[in-house]
């Protein structure tokens, strides 16, 4: 029988043809081993090479939100390290299937070749709550602040929306928290830039978002200046504004 001599630079496995057919570039079967390189005895003998193997499970942040999706990564192979990035699912916008509430999260984790992680820049973007975990904001039949048990989850800027039973937003368009100060019972106020003529009390859920997720917003840059930092680790000029 004729021996069949292939090269391998299409780097492609076919396991449907007999092999007589596989084109040239193509392969039936690969072991994962290289040829040893050595100034000793061993040079030239052949060794498995290591593969993938799970290291660590990323748990997911959010409350009743499904899992996070990864959708990006790099390398820091100067500190054997990885980074991810895992993207909030999307916001359901039917609020009455809330129970709990939900609170939405943009990722980046960074992960060590033992297997040790963290995250390293968590973005809560999108959070709704259920009206009755927030304290009561009539004002005079009015009202334009809410008390929250904790100021730690939202931020200057963020809209907000209060919708009812039929997931009608009840707030004035374009709503906004404008600051946020302490409360006499240790919580705190959030307050409105524009003052609420609604009965409060008809609300069911609170959202309170950005517009676009601050970590997509600023992921960018920061992928540009980790990739800049690592190539300073490899002595390369790749930005200007690369740390010196």
């Known amino acids: 029988m004729a021996e069949i001599k292939h090269t391998f630079t299409a780097g492609k ?6 092999e007589r057919l596989v084109k040239n570039g193509e392969y039936r079967d690969a072991l994962n081993i290289q040829v040893r390189t050595s100034d000793g005895d061993a040079s030239g003998a052949v060794q498995n090479v290591l593969g993938n193997s799970k290291m660590v499970d990323v748990h997911n942040f959010g409350l009743e939100t499904g899992d996070n999706t990864a959708v990006g990564g790099t390398l820091d192979e100067a500190n054997d390290k990885a ?4 993207a909030a699912p999307k916001v359901d916008m039917d609020f009455q299937s809330y129970v709990r509430g939900a609170e939405y999260f943009d990722l980046i984790y960074q992960q060590d070749s033992k297997g040790e ?3 390293v820049c968590i973005d809560l973007f999108d959070i709704i709550r259920v009206s009755s975990e927030f304290g009561s904001p009539i004002v005079d039949g009015q009202f334009y602040k809410l008390e929250v048990p904790s ?3 939202y931020r200057v800027g963020m809209n907000v929306v209060g919708v ?3 997931n009608n ?3 004035v368009p374009g709503t906004r928290i404008k600051a946020i100060e302490p409360a006499a019972g ?3 106020w959030i307050i409105f830039d ?3 003529d609604c009965d409060a009390s008809d609300i069911t859920h609170f959202r309170l978002f950005s517009r676009k997720s601050y970590l997509t917003l600023t992921l960018r840059k920061y992928f540009q200046q980790l990739m800049c930092w690592m190539s300073s680790c490899y002595g390369q000029t790749t930005s200007r504004n690369q740390r010196k």
């Open 13 to 18: 496995m076919n396991k449907d043809l007999d």
């Open 194 to 196: 524009r003052l609420q």
């Open 186 to 188: 240790g919580g705190s």
């Open 151 to 153: 100021d730690s989850k």
């Open 169 to 171: 937003n009840l707030l």
């Open 117 to 119: 992680g963290k995250y």
């Open 83 to 86: 980074y991810f990035l895992f």
């Open 164 to 166: 009812n039973s039929s």
